[in-house]
């Protein structure tokens, strides 16, 4: 079992900016990626940001110049920084990572998922 703690939404004017953090716990013996999405009301889930173990960035096209995915293996931490946001930024994010939890298997691995609102 691994286990994904978001932290940081809330609610912040359009323009301004937010940080959001995810660690992750438990049965971790390697993290392959980390990520993030997220669900609007009445809308699907959908990707935002993913970081993998190369290092490797992808962004949605809504996010991408705005928004900036890093992680700290060492604390098996990934951020979100939000820039010039939106209110089609409003959503609930939910950290994704996949995770080695044996030697040998691995999953997706979800988050409870921070409230984001962009007041417009």
């Known amino acids: 079992q691994v286990q994904l703690v978001e932290s940081g939404g809330g609610l912040v004017p359009a323009g301004e900016s937010l940080s959001l953090s995810c660690i992750a716990s438990g049965n971790i013996f390697r993290i392959i990626s980390m990520g993030w999405y997220r669900q609007a009301p009445g809308k699907q889930r959908e990707l935002v940001a993913t970081?993998?173990?190369?290092?490797?960035?992808n962004y949605a096209d809504s996010v991408r110049g705005r928004f900036t995915i890093s992680r700290d293996n060492a604390k098996n931490t990934v951020y979100l920084h939000m820039n010039n946001l939106k209110p089609e930024d409003t959503a609930v994010y939910y950290c994704n990572s996949r995770t080695y939890y044996s030697p040998t298997q691995w999953d997706d691995f979800w988050g409870q998922g921070t409230q984001v609102t962009v007041a417009s």
């Open positions: 970081l993998n173990s190369g290092h490797a960035t």
